[in-house]
C-alpha cells in the first residue's frame, strides 16, 4: 500500500489524466480517404503555387508582445486535424468538454460582466468614479487599492509616504469602507476587491464584511471576487517584505475555507494569471502556474477535508489577454478543456458546474505605449474582441492612457464603451463559439493545451507549485523570458507600432489624469481621528488573539474579522502576520 502511494505521487498530472480518459470509441470527423485525397492535392498545390521562399519558411513565429512563440503554418487544412472527433475536441456548448463555453448559449443568455479598474485617491474620490461607471452602463465594480494598502501599510507610516491615492484607493480600517461604498448597494452589484494577495485578502475582507454586517446585509447575499493569490504576493510582488511562501499558501487556504463556508456566492480566489503575465512570461506559463495553484488548492483543501466539488464550483481565473488575436481566442478555449479535464479525470468531480473554467480577462496593459497614446484604444479593442470570442464571463478594457497614468474619466468611459460596442453593436455575440471548426483554431487549440501540459508537468517535477515558488523556479524562468523578450523589441524582432516601428515625430498633446492633491492630508487626518475615537485596550486584545491564530495553525480569518470589528487597521494586522511568520528572504540569481 505504502509503494502503491508513492507511485502516485510521482506521477504527474499528464499520466494521471492518459490513465484515467475514457477509452470510448473514437470518431474521426474526416474519413482516411478524403484525408488522402485532400493530401495529394495538396501537396500538388505546394509545388506548383506556393512560393520557394514560402515554402522554405512555412513556419512562422508571430512576433508579438508576451507570446509563446508557437510556430504557425502558412495555411491550415483537415490534415492538420486528421484525427479531430467532435464530440472529445470540441463538443456541444455547454456541455463536456466546455472548449466552445461553459453555458448551452452563453451571450444570448447573459452577457459578459462589464467592469472597468477604478481607484485613486480618498475612498470619496473614488466613490464617485464608480458611481459614474454604474451611471453609464458598467455591470460591475472593479476596486483596486493604492501601493501602501497593497503592500499593507498604513497611510502615516514612512513606507506610505508620497504614494497615499496614486494607482489606487488608500484604505486603512472599516471606516474607510464605508466612505468608499456610500450609496452603493452592495447587496445588488458585484463588487471585484483587487486584494492580489493572501495576506492581504484576509485583512481587507473582512472589513468589507463588517461595513455589510453594520448595514444589516446577510453574507450570503454578497456577490463578488477577491484575488488571494499567492503568486501575486511572492513572486510578482516587489516589496521590502515577505512571509514565507507556505505560510502565505496556508493564510490563501484559510480565506477559502472561511469564504465558502460563510460567503456561498462569492469567488474565493482569482487564480491569477494576468499579472504573472503583465510581469514576464508568455501566455503559456500564465496559465500553467494558474492551473498548478489551482490544484494544489484543491490538494490542501482535500486534506483538510472539503468535497473537491464545493471548492471547484467557486475557483475562478484572471487572465492576461494579448495581441496575438488568434492565440489568445485559442488559449481561453485550451484553458476551459483542459481544466475540465483535470477536474473530471484527477479529482473525480462530480458537478459539472466544479469543472467550469469561469475567468475574468482584461485586456494587456504592457501592450500599451506612451507615443502615440490613442493608438492604445485600438490595441485594447482587438484584445477585448479576442477574449469575447474566447468566451470570458467578466471583461475589462484598458484605457488608453494607463501607459502613463490612471485612467481620466473620459478614458474610462470609453474602454466601457468599447465593451458596449462589441457586445451590442458587432453582431458576435449571437453566436456561440464563432469561430469552432476552424482549421487554424482547432489546431491552435490543441497546441496550446499540449503547451499548458509541458509546463505543468515541468512544475510538478519541482515538487509542486508551492515548492517551485520556493526554491526560485518561478522567478528564473520569468526573468529568463522577460530578458529575452525585452532584447526581441530593442532589435526590433517585435514591432511596436510608434514605439520601435514607423516613429512619427508628431507627439499628441494628452493631458494625464491628475490626483486630488489633498488625498493624503485628508487620509491622514483620517486616520488620526479614528485611532483616536477607538477602544485601545480592544485593538490590542484582537491582535494579540490573532497572533496566537497565527502561531497556533487554526483559521486566522475569524480573528482578522474580530481585528476589522474592533478598529485595527490594515497596517497593524500585517505587523502581527511578520512578527507571527517571520520574513521570507527571496532566492537570488545574480
Same mark, same amino acid.
Given at each position: ?349 462530480? $458537478? ?118 520556493? $526554491? ?89 474579522? $474580530? ?28
Amino acid at each position: 500500500m505504502q509503494e502503491e502511494k508513492i507511485d502516485a505521487i510521482k506521477k504527474t498530472t499528464r499520466d494521471v489524466l492518459k490513465e484515467s480518459f475514457p477509452r470510448k470509441e473514437h470518431t474521426p470527423l474526416y474519413n482516411s480517404e478524403a484525408l488522402s485525397k485532400l493530401h495529394a492535392g495538396f501537396e500538388q498545390w505546394k509545388n506548383q503555387m506556393v512560393r520557394k521562399e514560402d515554402l522554405e519558411q512555412w513556419h512562422q513565429v508571430p512576433r508579438t508582445v508576451l507570446g509563446s512563440d508557437i510556430p504557425r503554418e502558412l495555411v491550415y487544412t483537415p490534415l492538420n486535424l486528421a484525427d479531430f472527433d467532435y464530440d472529445t475536441h470540441l463538443g456541444h456548448p455547454g456541455q463536456e468538454p466546455f472548449t466552445r463555453g461553459i453555458h448551452s448559449n452563453m451571450y444570448r443568455g447573459r452577457t459578459f460582466t462589464q467592469r472597468q479598474l477604478v481607484g485613486f485617491g480618498a475612498p470619496e474620490d473614488t466613490n464617485a468614479r464608480i458611481r459614474f461607471l454604474l451611471e453609464h452602463g458598467a455591470t460591475g465594480i472593479n476596486l483596486l487599492f493604492d501601493m501602501p494598502t497593497i503592500q499593507m501599510y498604513d497611510c502615516d507610516d514612512p513606507m506610505s509616504r508620497g504614494s497615499v491615492g496614486s494607482c489606487g484607493v488608500s484604505v486603512n480600517h472599516v471606516g474607510d469602507w464605508e466612505l468608499l461604498f456610500q450609496g452603493i448597494d452592495i447587496a445588488r452589484e458585484t463588487v471585484s476587491i483587487v486584494t492580489h494577495y493572501p495576506s492581504n485578502t484576509a485583512i481587507l475582507f473582512p472589513m468589507y464584511l463588517v461595513m455589510a454586517e453594520r448595514r444589516g446585509i446577510p453574507w450570503e447575499q454578497l456577490r463578488g471576487s477577491v484575488q488571494n493569490d499567492v503568486t501575486l504576493e511572492e513572486v510578482v510582488r516587489n516589496a521590502a517584505e515577505y512571509i514565507p511562501p507556505r505560510d502565505c499558501f496556508r493564510i490563501e487556504c484559510d480565506n477559502i475555507e472561511f469564504i465558502r463556508s460563510h460567503v456561498p456566492r462569492w469567488n474565493f480566489i482569482t487564480l491569477n494569471g494576468y499579472n504573472l503575465r503583465e510581469f514576464g512570461t508568455s501566455g503559456i506559463t500564465e496559465i500553467a502556474v494558474a492551473f498548478a495553484h489551482a490544484m494544489a488548492i484543491l490538494d490542501e483543501m482535500i486534506r483538510r477535508g472539503h468535497d473537491v466539488d464545493w471548492v471547484g464550483e467557486r475557483l475562478a481565473f484572471f487572465w492576461s489577454v494579448g495581441m496575438d488575436f488568434f492565440e489568445e481566442v485559442c488559449r481561453l478555449r485550451a484553458a476551459r478543456r483542459l481544466w475540465y479535464k483535470i477536474m473530471k479525470y484527477k479529482y473525480r468531480a462530480r $458537478n459539472s458546474r466544479s469543472m467550469w473554467m469561469r475567468c475574468h480577462v482584461q485586456t494587456s496593459g504592457i501592450s500599451l505605449v506612451r507615443e502615440e497614446p490613442l493608438n492604445n484604444i485600438i490595441r485594447s479593442a482587438f484584445e477585448a474582441l479576442a477574449a469575447v470570442l474566447g468566451g470570458v464571463q467578466s471583461l475589462h478594457v484598458d484605457s488608453y492612457d494607463e501607459a502613463f497614468a490612471v485612467p481620466s474619466e473620459e478614458a474610462s468611459l470609453l474602454s466601457l464603451r468599447t465593451q458596449q460596442i462589441i457586445e451590442h453593436e458587432t453582431g458576435i455575440t449571437k453566436v456561440v463559439d464563432p469561430l469552432g471548426g476552424s482549421f487554424y483554431v482547432e489546431a491552435l487549440t490543441n497546441e496550446i493545451e499540449e503547451r499548458i501540459m509541458d509546463e505543468i508537468t515541468e512544475i510538478e517535477k519541482q515538487g509542486g507549485y508551492v515548492e517551485a515558488v520556493s $526554491n526560485g523556479f518561478l522567478l528564473r524562468k520569468i526573468y529568463n523570458y522577460f530578458y529575452e523578450e525585452q532584447k526581441k523589441i530593442e532589435r526590433g524582432e517585435i514591432k511596436i507600432v510608434a514605439h520601435n516601428w514607423q516613429k512619427s515625430a508628431h507627439s499628441e498633446d494628452i493631458e494625464a489624469f491628475r490626483y486630488p492633491e489633498e488625498a493624503e492630508q485628508k487620509q491622514l487626518a483620517r486616520l488620526q481621528k479614528f485611532k483616536s475615537e477607538r477602544d485601545p485596550q480592544e485593538v490590542e486584545s484582537a491582535l494579540k488573539a490573532l497572533k496566537e491564530a497565527c502561531k497556533k495553525g487554526v483559521n486566522i480569518v475569524p480573528y482578522t474579522l $474580530n481585528c476589522a470589528r474592533a478598529g485595527c487597521t490594515v497596517g497593524e494586522q500585517w505587523k502581527i502576520f511578520k512578527e507571527a511568520f517571520g520574513l521570507w528572504k527571496r532566492p537570488s540569481f545574480f
